[in-house]
């Protein structure tokens, strides 16, 4: 079975931190995304990555960044943390093709 | 992006099938449909996905009409567990492969 493990279940920050928010995947897979997902709004695309040192800039880019060093990890940044950074963020992985994505079980992160 | 419509919630009987429809009347030829679903608080989590041809797994059967316009998910024998929101999606088809996430159906599986 494939395993998408997110670093956190819960996270509390204060507004202004740096965080990191951690993906694993164990399935090799190439293509990595992190969405976040809010009341009413559904999931949104933050970064999504198909190789190692690629990125690409989802629906709502704004005030994160991400890191891929490594094919297995993918790390979500938020620079200059904020309130309305709160919020549920699930990373996902799949591989090429129509191959379908899997999920972590999710960090729900909360900005004081 | 083809676009999908699923009822907003839909009740079933613990024991009995599970039938959840969709409506996706503007999908391509090369987009697949992938069925998801997400109980509270937990990641979604992948069930079955197709392209034309009915599918069935360990979780779940997939049933593409012959247009493909519309599919059913059945859950062959509804648990209590089985209560969670359901998603149909169909894939964009570029590099990124995003998943655009409906509303979804709310199914609930009463004693």
């Known amino acids: 079975d494939v395993k998408v493990t997110q670093s956190s279940r819960y996270l509390v920050k204060r507004t202004g931190e740096k965080v990191f928010l951690e993906c694993v995947q164990d399935?090799?897979?190439?293509?990595m995304f992190w969405y976040r997902q809010d009341p009413g709004l559904g999931l949104r695309l933050i970064y999504f990555?198909?190789?190692?040192?690629?990125?690409e800039k989802g629906d709502i880019p704004e005030g994160y960044s991400v890191s891929r060093e490594k094919k297995e990890r993918f790390s979500l940044i938020l620079e200059s943390a904020s309130t309305n950074q709160t919020s549920m963020y699930l990373c996902?992985?799949?591989?090429?093709?129509?191959?379908?994505?899997?999920f972590g079980d999710g960090t729900r992160l909360s900005i004081l | 992006d083809a676009k999908t419509t699923q009822p907003t919630s839909m009740d079933c009987a613990e024991g009995r099938a599970a039938n959840l429809p969709c409506n996706h009347s503007?999908?391509?030829?090369?987009?697949?449909v992938y069925w998801y679903r997400q109980i509270h608080s937990q990641g979604p989590q992948y069930i079955i996905h197709?392209?034309?041809n009915n599918e069935t797994n360990e979780m779940a059967s997939l049933i593409i009409t012959e247009d493909r316009k519309s599919s059913t998910l059945i859950l062959p024998h509804a648990t209590l567990r089985d209560t969670a929101v359901y998603y149909c999606?169909?894939?964009?088809?570029?590099?990124?492969?995003?998943?655009?996430f409906g509303q979804g159906t709310e199914l609930s599986v009463k004693p």
């Open positions: 996902a992985s799949r591989n090429q093709g129509f191959q379908p994505q899997h």
């Open positions: 399935m090799d897979h190439e293509n």
């Open positions: 990555s198909y190789d190692v040192k690629m990125k």
């Open positions: 503007t999908i391509s030829g090369n987009e697949y």
């Open positions: 197709g392209l034309k």
């Open positions: 999606i169909v894939r964009v088809g570029n590099q990124g492969g995003k998943l655009i």
